[in-house]
């Protein structure tokens, strides 16, 4: 047989994604398409300003998760910054491939959610009158924290604003873009408004609110009364 003379093929297609863990971990997944045929290893170089650090996976592998990260805020935080990672096909043999680079972005205080809706409509002939939010997610979200008011006039609602939404009633995870109200209709409730902060937060800190107002019926529930849509 002849002998393996080349270094092994660099890895292609290199992608770096993170996810809030516990508190302020974030861990970081690389991934990557495994082209080589020779490695004996992967070398993994994370570059954080100007320290680097090595880590290896076995030959053939296509990730690795870097579990030392955690996202910090304040002065000398590094919400928001890079890390840069080299990926490396290495042979005990004949050395080691070009490096694949890839980087990702940590976290700051995400941005507010957007595209806010509320809908709401009669279950049977019963007095439950279910409202249900939906929004677009915030790229960093750990969670978003949903605020109500309590049911207000026509005119108090149309200057209200998330200031009035001051009872947390619920909070949900990142990757959630709705949440349903399981409102109770009474005498007091009908024809008021529910005004709906929604923020995304994460440990570095809340965004601004979406607000979203729902108009709840002045009609019992009676058949083909139709849905609400604010």
Excluded at 57 to 62: E, L
Excluded at 166 to 172: D, F, M
Excluded at 208 to 230: D, H
Aim: proline letters at 7%; glycine letters at 10%.
């Amino acid at each position: 047989a002849l002998p393996i003379s080349s270094a092994p093929a660099a890895p292609t297609g290199g992608v770096a994604t993170g996810a809030w863990g516990v508190g302020s971990a974030y861990p970081v997944t690389l991934t990557w398409t495994d082209v080589a045929t020779t490695e004996t290893s992967y070398t993994i170089k994370k570059t954080v300003g100007a320290t680097v650090t090595t880590y290896t996976a076995a030959a053939n592998a296509t990730s690795y998760t870097d579990n030392s990260v955690t996202v910090t805020s304040g002065a000398g935080g590094n919400a928001g910054t890079q890390i840069s990672y080299q990926i490396i096909a290495t042979s005990a043999v004949t050395g080691d491939s070009a490096p694949l680079a890839v980087s990702i972005t940590l976290p700051a205080t995400p941005a507010a959610p957007t595209g806010g809706s509320a809908s709401g409509s009669w279950v049977g002939q019963t007095a439950s009158y279910p409202v249900v939010l939906s929004w677009t997610g915030s790229s960093g979200a750990a969670s978003y924290v949903i605020k109500r008011s309590s049911a207000l006039s026509a005119t108090a609602a149309a200057t209200a604003t998330a200031a009035n939404a001051t009872t947390t009633v619920a909070t949900v995870a990142a990757g959630t873009t709705t949440w349903t109200d399981p409102v109770t209709m009474t005498t007091a409730l009908a024809g008021r408004t529910y005004v709906y902060a929604i923020t995304a937060t994460n440990p570095i800190g809340t965004s601004a609110a979406l607000v979203v107002k729902a108009t709840l019926p002045a009609a019992p529930p009676v058949p083909g009364v139709p849905s609400i849509s604010t």
